[in-house]
Structure formats: C-alpha cells, structure tokens
C-alpha cells in the first residue's frame, strides 16, 4: 500500500526563539525538512538525524523532532523503527498525552497497514483534536475498513458538535462512501463540502475534490449526480475524464461512455493514458462490442504508444471469450507482454462454461488458472464443476466438492449491503442476525408467492455446489444475501426511490431473472453494484441487456 499523506498539522513548527538553541532549532528544521521531502533516501536521513540527535548532550525538545521522524518512519513503512519512536515517546510521557506526537503515530501505523493500532492510540489521546479524528478516520479508509471509517465520522458528529469537518476529514469519508454504496451520507458529505467551502461556485473549482465527488456518485449508482458534477467543472484534468468515462461503462451507458471517450479526445484535445483505455475497454467489453475493443486497443498501442497491461489484456480477453472468441482470447493471451495472471484464466474458463466450449478446454483452463499462485482458487473450483455440472457428470461435482472440503477451501462468502437513513446495513446467506430479520423473512415469502404466481421458475445451474436436490437447491437461492437486501429495501425504502444495494460477487442468473421480476411486480427501481458492474433493473428489464 502507497504511504499515505502526512495529515495537516502533523508535524509542529520549530521551537520559538528562547525554548532551545539555535542549534537544535536548525536540526529540528532540517529534521523537517527531510521528512517532508517524500524521498525514500532523505527519510532514511531523517531517521538517521533523529538518532544522532538525541544521542547528543544538547538533544531537541522530543515534542518537536518525534512527529518529523515519525512521518519519515511512515513514509518508508518502517514500522521497527516507528515502534521504538513509539517506545520512546511513551517512555518520555508525550504518548498518548501530547496530541501532535499522537497523531502522528495513528497517521505512522497506518502507513504501515495496521488500522487497529493507529486506532488504539488515537482511542487513549486524551485531548483529540480535528486533526485526530481526520487522521484516525483517514487510517481505516485507507486500509480499506470503510464501514468503520464511516462509523467513526458518526461518532465525531455525535460525540464532537464543537468540531466542524473540514474539507481533509470529508475526502476521507466521500472516499469511504464510494466503496460502501453509502449514497445518503455521500450527500451529506457533498453538503459538508459546500458550506466548508463556501458554496457550489467554489466547489466546481477544487478538481482533485470534484473528481472524489464523481467517483463517489458514480460507485454510489446515481450516475446522473455525477455527471452533473462532471458537467458543472470549471476545470477537468484527465482524471476527471477518466471518472467519468468509467462510471459511464460500468452503468451500462456504454455509447455515451465512447462518445465521452471521443469528445475529450478530439475535441478537448487531451490525450489518454492506460487508465483510460482501462475504462474504454471495459465499456466495449460491458456492451459485447468485440469490434470497437479490437479497434481500440490496436489504436492505444499503435496510435498512443501505450503499452499493454494486464489491466487491458483482461478486458480484451474477456470481451473476445464472452462473444465466443476463445481462440481468439487465447491467441491474445499467447502474445502477452506479461506473464497472465489467474483472472484471465479464470475469465476464460467462465467463457467456457457459458459457451459449452468443451471439457478438454474448460480443464485445460482450470489448471492454468489452478498454476498461478491466487488466494482464489475456490472460484476455479466452483467454476469447473458448473462445468461438470453441465455435462451431467455428477461424479465429478462430487469429487470437486470432497477436494475443496478436504484441502480446506471455501467458496468465497458472499455479502449484499444496503444503505438506509445513513446507516449500512449487510447481509449474508442466510442471515438471521439483523434485527428485523423475522419481518424481512415474512415479506421474503411474500416475494416468493408473487414471483411462482408470476411463473417464475428458479434457474438451478449455479446451486450445484452447494445442494443436492433441487428441492433443497431453490431453497439456497431463495436466501441469497441480495435477495434479503431487496427484502429489506421493500419494508424500509421511501416508496418511489430507488433500492440500491452493494453486492462483493458477480449476481448470479437466478437472482438477476428475479431482481427484474421483482422491479416490475413491485413497481420499484432496484440498482445493484457487484463486482464487475452496476445493473439497473427496471420495469421487468435490466441496464445490462442480460449481458453481464
């Protein structure tokens, strides 16, 4: 993980004039100066110049030179070397007591990764200021804890009126936001932005703010906010044009995503970069345009001088493999520039399952995908025995399923979440724990009787894994997480808006037919975020095109 940025006021201003030697004012500047340079090499001075410092007679005030050498500690990640300024800044009574040193080692351990350290120190900071809670709510956002980053904004409102966020403490939480779904309290963060900066004309000018605000709507399903965001820029830098063409694709709005593409190009003169193409390819490959995704990634390599990454040869592989060009998608595989990792063979043998490419090639998939080192080798295994499972060769599903018992893997849990009155609320499989959990069964049996009434029919193809009989089979589906999210979203949404729900996995096919099912019996908008992209359903039909 990237070092993350020093949080303001972190470190003091040297001591004034009569409180130290103008020796040691001039070690503690350089001291500084060295830890702000961002410099690998100037931060190991830093550490370096500390340490000669304090063995010297006349050592600086610690209060001034601990949060400079703690910043270039957390700069380089040193967490030995942070622990022993840790150690010392205890032993001298300026931890956890003395707020600046504090903050400095929440903002130090959550350089490191350790989210639960840096928010252990900040709980003992007796006098915590804004700066510690922006730096304590910036640690867990930026090691991916984002519901309790969001928790801990939540405290500070409630617990700290007296404390008006600032604009550092709300790029962490619109940041935070956009990977929960947490619309409502994204606005509300957008909110906070205007009155902290002095209303929307000041907004439109803060770029880097503008493009989190993009970001935010457009992970947040409301693709139209963040377009008018996009729209009302006084200034775009290509990040801005990169958000925005991305949110487009991944919504389904892939033309106008193309079109976005070609006016930033041709018309605003600027020019692409990889993470652009990532964007424009994942609109082709979202729409099954085959032929625009060859033409483009020719045009980034001949035209643009862009060298391929594994980024865009996933994309490429998987527009070809999902229209049926699986030996085209291996041809661009063989001429690969890097070695291919396990989500390209894993890409592949989904194509094969789906296009019934054959049992030769689906395994000859699997093992290739099963050769590169991955934390996900359960999705391979749950993909070959959809395989099996089409070939009616049940033996095979059975001996899939006693070889991930037996090695001790598990198919990924999925989680379904759902944004209400400001609070997220998850779901797992099953789930019984929430407390309105008997009233969501209840409307869940409710959905079930008007669903078969409709003649819906549960698609068993993606249950053998996990059931026998199909009895038992329907049943699983029946208690998917996204199926007790759109539960609670028809007790508990505001009639006439949107349920918008975040899901960790791809939607399945049985969940997909009844979400679009669901949104026409019900007469409600159901917008659901999984892991590869948003789906809009609607009056029986879905944004995706049931290309997904």
């Keep these: 993980m990237p070092p993350l940025p020093a949080p303001a006021s972190s470190i003091p201003s040297a001591p004034p004039r009569g409180a130290a030697t103008d020796a040691a004012r001039s070690s503690v500047n350089l001291l500084r100066s ?26 600086p005030p610690p209060r ?28 001298l009574a300026l931890a956890p007591a003395h707020t600046v040193v504090a903050n400095s080692l929440v903002h130090f351990y959550a350089s490191c990764g350790r989210p639960g350290a840096a928010l252990a120190v900040f709980r003992r900071v007796p006098d915590r200021s804004l700066v510690s809670w922006n730096t304590a709510v910036d640690a867990l956002a930026g090691n991916g804890d984002h519901l309790a980053a969001l928790d801990l904004f939540r405290e500070m409102q409630r617990d700290r009126p007296d404390l008006a966020p600032d604009a550092y403490t709300v790029q962490s939480v ?7 779904g947490a619309l409502s309290l994204g606005l509300y963060a957008h909110a906070l932005l205007l009155r902290e900066l002095g209303g929307a004309s000041a907004v439109s000018r803060d770029v880097l703010i503008n493009n989190s605000l993009v970001d935010l709507y457009g992970k947040c399903g409301a693709v139209e906010l963040a377009r008018q965001v996009f729209d009302r820029m006084s200034e775009r830098d290509l990040a801005s044009w990169n958000a925005m063409v991305l949110a487009l694709a991944n919504h389904g709005r892939v033309q106008d995503s193309l079109d976005l593409f070609d006016r930033m190009t041709r018309v605003e003169g600027l020019v692409p970069n990889a993470i652009t193409f990532v964007a424009v390819l994942s609109a082709c490959n979202h729409g099954g345009l085959v032929d625009e995704g060859r033409r ?20 490429m592989v998987d527009i070809l493999a999902r229209a049926g060009f699986i030996e085209e998608a ?98 797992v499989a099953g789930d019984t724990s929430h407390p309105q959990s008997e009233e969501i069964y209840v409307k869940l049996d409710e959905i079930q009787q008007r669903l078969t009434s409709a003649g819906y029919k549960p698609d068993l193809s993606e249950a053998p894994m996990v059931a026998d ?9 029946r208690l998917h997480s996204e199926r007790l999210a759109i539960s609670f979203g ?59």
């Design 490 to 548: 028809l007790l508990n949404a505001t009639p006439g808006a949107p349920i918008r729900i975040l899901k960790n996995l791809r939607v399945c096919k049985d969940c997909h037919t009844i979400s679009k099912l669901i949104s026409k019996l019900y007469n409600v908008e159901i917008i659901v975020r999984d892991r590869i992209r948003f789906h809009h359903f609607k009056d029986g039909s879905c944004s995706c095109k049931d290309y997904w």
């Design 330 to 427: 291996l041809d661009v595989v063989a001429g690969m520039n890097c070695r291919p990792d396990s989500i390209i063979w894993r890409s592949l043998l989904d194509a094969c399952c789906k296009r019934n490419a054959g049992l030769e090639l689906s395994e000859a998939m699997a093992k290739l995908a099963l050769d590169v080192p991955d934390d996900a080798v359960s999705g391979v295994y749950v993909l070959l025995s959809r395989v099996y499972a089409s070939a009616q060769r049940w033996n095979d599903v059975g001996m899939i399923r006693q070889l991930m018992s037996q090695e001790g893997f598990k198919k990924e849990p999925g989680f379904s979440s759902i944004e209400m009155d400001g609070s997220v609320h998850q779901f």
């Design 174 to 180: 619109l940041g935070a936001c956009a990977a929960t």
């Design 469 to 477: 009989i199909d009895r038992t089979k329907g049943a699983t589906l």
């Design 34 to 59: 060295l830890a702000r340079a961002r410099r690998a090499d100037l931060s190991h001075r830093a550490l370096l110049l500390f340490r000669t410092l304090h063995a010297s007679p006349s050592p």
């Design 296 to 315: 483009y990634f020719a045009a980034m390599v001949s035209e643009h001088g862009i060298r391929p990454r594994i980024e865009h040869y996933g994309c």
């Design 64 to 91: 001034y030179s601990l949060p400079a050498a703690l910043s270039a500690a957390a700069f380089l990640a040193a967490l030995p070397e942070g622990r022993q300024l840790h150690a010392l800044a205890a032993k």
